[in-house]
């Protein structure tokens, strides 16, 4: 299980629990949204848990969601993702969605060390200052940015509230 924050374009804020199964191209991906107050209560486990911190990018079409995730921590670089919204639905090319070369694209999705669980690592810097850097060169609303650094900063410099 793993705890995923969204952070929307008005800054309204989302605590999502997700619980993945499987392994490859096809898994059981089961989201539920948890209550403000059992997210705070999560905060320490939160605090002293292995994460990844992303800004993720979604691209929905037709019958799939093309995804770019830009991994700060670790910092990776972009992974893209398609996940379709009906199984079986033929999977769209991810160069075609993105107009992009395919040498730029490798399939990874049997290759564990791309999984949440292999990715995550405990922050050995000040994750907060580390990803207002970060977040700079980024175009994204301000409200959002802030509300995610705020999030980020009530979790490590160990706030009770949100």
Same mark, same amino acid.
């Given at each position: 299980?793993?705890?995923?924050?969204? =952070?929307?374009?008005?800054?309204?804020?989302? @605590?999502?629990?997700?619980?993945? %199964?499987?392994?490859?191209?096809? %898994?059981?991906?089961?989201?539920?949204? &948890?209550?403000?107050?059992k997210a705070t209560d999560?905060?320490?486990? *939160?605090?002293?848990?292995?994460? =990844?911190?992303?800004? %993720?990018? $979604? /691209?929905?079409? =037709?019958? /799939?969601?093309?995804?770019?995730?830009?991994?700060?921590?670790?910092?990776?670089?972009?992974?893209?993702?398609?996940?379709?919204?009906? &199984?079986?639905?033929?999977? !769209? %090319? !991810? @160069?075609?969605? @993105?107009? *992009? !070369?395919?040498?730029?694209?490798?399939?990874?999705?049997?290759?564990?060390?791309?999984?949440? @669980?292999?990715?995550?690592?405990?922050? #050995?810097?000040?994750?907060?200052?580390?990803?207002?850097?970060? $977040?700079?060169?980024?175009?994204?609303?301000?409200?959002?940015r802030d509300t995610f650094?705020?999030?980020?900063?009530?979790? /490590?410099?160990?706030? #009770?509230?949100?």
């Open positions: 299980m793993r705890i995923r924050t969204q =952070v929307d374009n008005a800054g309204k804020i989302q @605590w999502i629990s997700t619980y993945k %199964r499987g392994k490859g191209l096809i %898994r059981i991906e089961k989201e539920h949204e &948890l209550a403000l107050d999560m905060f320490s486990k *939160l605090r002293n848990s292995p994460l =990844v911190t992303k800004l %993720r990018r $979604l /691209y929905p079409g =037709v019958n /799939y969601e093309g995804v770019i995730d830009n991994y700060y921590f670790p910092e990776l670089g972009f992974v893209t993702e398609v996940e379709l919204k009906i &199984l079986g639905t033929q999977m !769209p %090319r !991810p @160069w075609e969605i @993105w107009n *992009l !070369p395919q040498k730029y694209f490798r399939e990874v999705s049997e290759d564990e060390k791309y999984t949440a @669980w292999k990715l995550s690592k405990k922050p #050995k810097i000040d994750l907060v200052t580390y990803m207002k850097e970060k $977040l700079k060169a980024e175009t994204l609303p301000e409200i959002q650094i705020g999030i980020l900063s009530k979790i /490590y410099h160990q706030s #009770k509230t949100l």
